[in-house]
């Protein structure tokens, strides 16, 4: 069974920075995609970036140059680095990833960007 465990989020001041986990089970975690979602309050989830097995990246484009996504495949993790987090990258963070046909979610970690 595909399972995503997300941590790592919480409240940071406008300016700093959080590094999100994902952990995952029941895949060959190595051969597939990861990638970052958010779904900010009252709006739909929206991808942020991606990561191939070969160690390809793309980033929306409102993260590009703040954000770095990175894995671990000893270790089937995945991480997103935040940094110079604004209020509008308040929202709750997913990983997924996409297994025979079928996408699959994390609970994801809730991160507030706030003074």
């Known amino acids: 069974q595909v399972q995503l465990v997300e941590s790592g989020g919480g409240l940071v001041q406008p300016g700093g920075s959080l590094r999100l986990s994902c952990a995952a089970s029941?895949?060959?975690?190595?051969?597939?995609?990861m990638n970052w979602y958010q779904q900010a309050p009252g709006k739909e989830r929206e991808w942020v970036a991606g990561?191939?097995?070969?160690?390809?990246?793309n980033y929306a484009d409102g993260v590009k140059g703040r954000f770095t996504i990175s894995r671990d495949n000893a270790n089937n993790t995945v991480y997103l680095q935040m940094n110079s987090l604004e209020p509008e990258d308040t929202a709750v963070y997913y990983c997924?990833?996409?297994?025979?046909?079928?996408?699959?979610w994390g609970q994801g970690t809730q991160v507030t960007v706030s003074s």
């Open positions: 997924s990833t996409r297994v025979n046909f079928k996408t699959y």
């Open positions: 029941g895949i060959s975690f190595r051969i597939y995609i």
């Open positions: 990561m191939t097995p070969s160690g390809l990246t």
